[in-house]
């Protein structure tokens, strides 16, 4: 699915099909560049793709995958290279939360998480980082969140665990790629308005929390965006949000994690059943 324009650059964004993903391909397709638009429900992308081709005469490209499945991403690269696709800009944003106590999932369950949340998106690096390098042009944005910042919180176990492992890849990622010109970025923002919170069964829950404590997916994406041109390694997303992960650093740990645990009945579901992103 394609036009005849030329595009001076692409992008892969992986989840694309709601909320932050999409708004990430909205952002970059405003800014005139061509997606690959990635997720398991190839319906939804194939909208998307009409309608950012439709309004910005750009290239889109559609191909489904599941990232759990751990052929997912050498197929994928595979595929773009059959098109004759060489991708500028990565933004992995495909995730998802498991609710409950660790041990009330099977491991199944914990392992196609790991593997969507943190080996896909550090394969997809792999594979699309060294074409970058030889180019001296890349953007690499990993779609954090302020919960790899803060301490921990009873369940929900892996999630801000996987997202703190994303910051740190990021930010030896930066360092190490600098001077090839390409910007690695970790967008980490608090309560965003998406499907995340409706397919993980926490929607009673934080629907509670106040107006302002909350993001719009286009929010996110805009901030992503003009952070990694900067080249900003950690972007935390809102003004709340950065004061909150100051507020965090200045505390003692026993303190700030008996914080948490008292705060986190308001948005963590910790003995509830499982929620799976579908994108």
């Not at 196609?112 to 390098?133: G, I, W």
């Not at 190490?176 to 397919?199: I, K, L, M, Q, W």
């Not at 950690?234 to 909150?244: D, M």
Request: net charge positive.
């Amino acid at each position: 699915m394609n036009t005849n324009l030329q595009s001076p650059r692409w992008a892969l964004v992986t989840g694309a099909s709601a909320g932050i993903g999409a708004a990430f391909a909205r952002e970059l397709a405003g800014r005139r560049v061509s997606l690959v638009l990635t997720a398991r429900r190839l319906d939804r992308i194939e909208a998307l793709a009409r309608e950012l081709i439709a309004g910005h005469g750009i290239h889109a490209e559609c191909i489904a995958a599941d990232l759990a499945d751990t052929t997912a991403p050498t197929a994928l690269c595979a595929e773009m290279q059959r098109r004759g696709i060489v991708i500028d800009i990565l933004v992995n944003n495909a995730g998802y939360g498991v609710t409950g106590h660790y041990e009330s999932q099977p491991w199944q369950t914990h392992a196609d998480f790991l593997q969507v949340m943190l080996t896909a998106p550090c394969e997809l690096v792999y594979k699309l980082l060294p074409a970058m390098q030889q180019r001296e042009y890349g953007r690499i944005v990993n779609v954090a969140s302020l919960a790899g910042l803060v301490p921990g919180t009873a369940g929900h176990t892996l999630y801000a665990a996987s997202k703190a492992f994303m910051i740190k890849f990021s930010q030896s990622l930066a360092l190490e790629n600098r001077r090839h010109g390409v910007h690695v970025t970790a967008v980490c923002p608090g309560f965003t308005y998406s499907e995340f919170h409706d397919v993980n069964s926490t929607r009673p829950l934080v629907s509670k929390m106040p107006s302002w404590m909350w993001s719009s997916a286009e929010e996110v994406a805009r901030q992503g965006v003009a952070a990694s041109e900067r080249g900003d390694v950690v972007n935390v997303v809102g003004r709340v949000n950065r004061v909150i992960k100051a507020l965090v650093k200045l505390m003692p740990d026993r303190v700030a994690l008996q914080l948490m645990q008292k705060q986190s009945k308001d948005f963590r579901a910790a003995d509830a059943g499982s929620g799976k992103s579908k994108s």
